[in-house]
C-alpha cells in the first residue's frame, strides 16, 4: 500500500499580515535613504549660510558614532560572553546620562531671550555665539568655525542616549548572568506595553498639538509674560514626548535583544558589520565634513582649473572667503548622486542577500530603522522643530517594535486560506490606507525645505496662535493632515485585522 508522506510546509513561507509588515517597513526606508535624505543634503548644502550645513554633518556624525558606541556595548556584554564586566557599563552610563542631560537642559534653559518676529529662540543651544572669539582663521568664530557650527543641545541629546543604552543592556547582562534562559520570549507583555503607552502618549500629544497652539495657551496662562509660559508648555510638551521616546525605545530594545538571544553566534558578526562598516563610517565621514567644510571651501575657491573654483562654489564677497561662500548647484547634485547611488546599492543587496542572509538584513533592517528615527530627532533640534521631531521619532520606534516583534519566524502560523479575490484586496486597500495616513502624519513638520507639505496643517483650531502686533491673522488652523492620518489609520487597522483573521499565506 503506498503511503502519501505529508509535504512539509517550506520554512520560507509567512502569512500576508507579516509579509505586509515587511514591506512597509522596507518602503520606509527606501523612501528616506533615496528620496528624502539626499534632497535634505542638496539643500544644506546650497543654503547661503553653511551653518545649518555644519549643524547637519554634526548631528549625522554623533547619530553614526553614538550608534556604534551602542553596538559595541552590546557586543562587548554578549558576544558570547560579557568580555567587561556590565557593572562598568552601568556606572559609566549613568556618567554619560547625568553629563548629557545637563548639556541639554543648559543648552536649551539658559540665555534665552524674547525672539523677534519670524525667529526662533535659542538661548545658549548653538555654539560658537556671536560673541565667541577663540583663535579665529579664516574669519571664524572658533578657529575656522562660523556661528552656530555646533547644536549643544544635539550633543547632549546623543550623550544621554548612548548612556541610557549602556545601562539598559548592562541591566539585562546582569540579569542573564543570574538567569541561564537564552530563549527569544516573543513580544512579551511589557513589551506589547510599552508599545501602546508609547503610542498613546502621541496620539495625546498630536490631539493636543491639533487643538492648542502652545504661543496662544502660554499668552492666556501668563499674558504678562507669554515668553515664559511657551516655554513652560512646550517643556510639558517635551516630557510627553520624551517619555513616549523612551518607552518605545526600551521596547525596541528589549525585542531586538531577544530577537538576537538564541542565535547570537550567527548575528553578533552581522550586528558588528552594521556598526562598523555602517554606522561608523558614516559618523566618521559625516565628522570630517563637519570639520573641514570651510577649509574645503578657501581651498576650492582657488581651483582655477577648467573654471572649477566657480562651477563648485558660489562666494558673495571676495573679502569675505570662506565665510561668504557656499557650495553650488553642481556641487550639491554630485554629492546627491553619489549618496543615493550607495544607499540604492544597499537596498540592492539587501533583496538579493534577503535568502542567504537573513539574519544580516533584518538586523541591518531594524537598526536602519532606529536610527532613522534618531537622525530626525538629532537634526531637528531647534525649538521650532523639536516637538514635531520628537512626534516623528516616536511613530518610527514603533514602526521599528513591531517589525522585530514580526522578524521572528513563529510570529504568525500560516493558514490554509489563499489570498483570493478577498484577499487580494485586502492586501491593496492596507497598502492604500497606509501610505495616505502616513502622507498626512508627515505633513505635521514644516523643516524648511527639509519636507514639502502633503496636506494642510497648522495648529490651534481651538487655541489659536496670537497675531502679531498690529497685525492681522493670516493663516488659519486646519486639521486636516491629522483627521486624514485617523481615518485613513482607522480604516488601515480594520483591514489589517481581517487580513490576519483570515490567516492567508504568502
Known amino acids: 500500500m503506498q503511503q502519501v508522506v505529508p509535504q512539509r510546509e517550506s520554512a520560507e513561507r509567512m502569512s500576508w ?80 546620562t547625568a553629563v548629557g542631560l ?14 523677534a ?8 543651544q548653538y555654539f560658537p555665539y556671536a560673541s565667541t572669539h577663540l583663535w579665529p582663521v579664516l574669519g571664524g568664530k572658533f578657529l575656522w568655525f562660523q556661528i552656530g557650527a555646533v547644536d549643544l543641545s544635539m550633543v547632549g541629546i546623543g550623550i544621554l542616549t ?12 546582569i540579569r542573564e548572568q543570574r538567569n ?23 496620539l495625546l500629544f498630536l490631539a493636543f498639538y491639533t487643538l492648542v497652539n502652545d504661543q496662544g495657551l502660554a499668552l492666556i ?16 510638551e517635551a516630557i510627553v514626548l520624551g517619555a513616549a521616546i523612551f518607552v518605545t525605545l526600551a521596547a525596541f530594545a528589549l525585542r531586538f535583544h531577544y530577537l538576537m538571544r538564541p542565535v547570537r553566534k550567527k548575528t553578533m558578526s552581522g550586528l558588528y558589520m552594521v556598526g562598523a562598516i555602517g554606522l561608523a563610517q558614516t559618523g566618521a565621514i559625516s565628522l570630517l565634513a563637519w570639520i573641514v567644510t570651510y577649509p574645503l571651501l578657501a581651498w576650492m575657491h582657488n581651483w582655477s582649473f577648467i573654471g572649477l ?30 549618496i543615493t547611488s550607495n544607499f540604492l546599492l544597499f537596498l540592492i543587496l539587501g533583496v538579493v542577500f534577503a535568502k542567504s542572509h537573513r539574519n544580516l538584513v533584518v538586523i541591518a533592517s531594524v537598526v536602519t530603522v532606529a536610527i532613522i528615527g534618531g537622525t530626525t530627532l538629532m537634526l531637528h533640534t531647534d525649538p ?14 514603533i514602526l521599528a517594535g513591531i517589525w522585530t516583534s514580526v522578524a521572528r519566524r513563529d510570529f504568525a502560523r500560516v493558514g490554509e486560506n489563499n489570498l483570493g479575490c478577498m484577499g487580494q484586496w485586502l492586501v491593496i486597500g492596507t497598502c492604500l490606507f497606509i501610505y495616505i495616513a502616513a502622507f498626512g502624519f508627515f505633513s505635521l513638520p514644516i523643516f524648511s525645505n527639509d519636507t514639502e507639505a502633503n496636506i494642510l496643517f497648522t495648529s490651534g483650531t481651538v487655541i489659536q496662535a496670537p497675531a502679531p502686533v498690529g497685525q492681522p491673522i493670516t493663516t488659519l488652523p486646519s486639521s486636516d493632515a491629522i483627521i486624514t492620518m485617523v481615518i485613513m489609520g482607522i480604516l488601515a487597522l480594520i483591514q489589517f485585522y481581517f487580513l490576519i483573521r483570515n490567516r492567508y499565506k504568502a
Open 384 to 397: 521650532s522643530q523639536i516637538l514635531v521631531a520628537m512626534a516623528l521619532t516616536v511613530a518610527m520606534l
Open 309 to 338: 573654483n566657480t562651477y563648485l562654489t558660489v562666494c558673495g564677497l571676495q573679502s569675505n572667503i570662506p565665510g561668504s561662500c557656499t557650495f553650488s548647484q553642481q556641487a550639491g547634485y554630485i554629492i546627491d548622486a553619489i
Open 180 to 202: 541561564p534562559d537564552r530563549r527569544d520570549l516573543g513580544t512579551t507583555p511589557a513589551i506589547r506595553g510599552m508599545i501602546i503607552v508609547g503610542t498613546l502618549l502621541l
Open 117 to 124: 518676529a519670524g525667529q526662533s529662540v535659542t538661548c545658549n
Open 17 to 96: 499580515a507579516r509579509a505586509l509588515i515587511f514591506g512597509v517597513g522596507f518602503f520606509f526606508i527606501a523612501m528616506i535613504l533615496i528620496g528624502q535624505f539626499p534632497g535634505f543634503i542638496f539643500f544644506k548644502m546650497t543654503e547661503a549660510n553653511l551653518a545649518e550645513f555644519q549643524r547637519a554633518c554634526a548631528a549625522l556624525a554623533v547619530v553614526g558614532l553614538g550608534g556604534f558606541a551602542i553596538v559595541q556595548v552590546i557586543v562587548l556584554l554578549f558576544d558570547p560572553k560579557p568580555l567587561i564586566p556590565p557593572g562598568i557599563f552601568t556606572g559609566l552610563g549613568a556618567i554619560l
Open 221 to 236: 496662562l501668563f499674558p504678562k509674560r507669554p515668553f515664559v509660559g511657551q516655554k513652560l508648555v512646550d517643556l510639558v
Open 102 to 115: 545637563a548639556l541639554a537642559l543648559w543648552a536649551t534653559g539658559t540665555g534665552c531671550v524674547p525672539a
Open 162 to 173: 548612548v548612556g541610557l543604552a549602556m545601562i539598559f543592556y548592562s541591566v539585562l547582562a
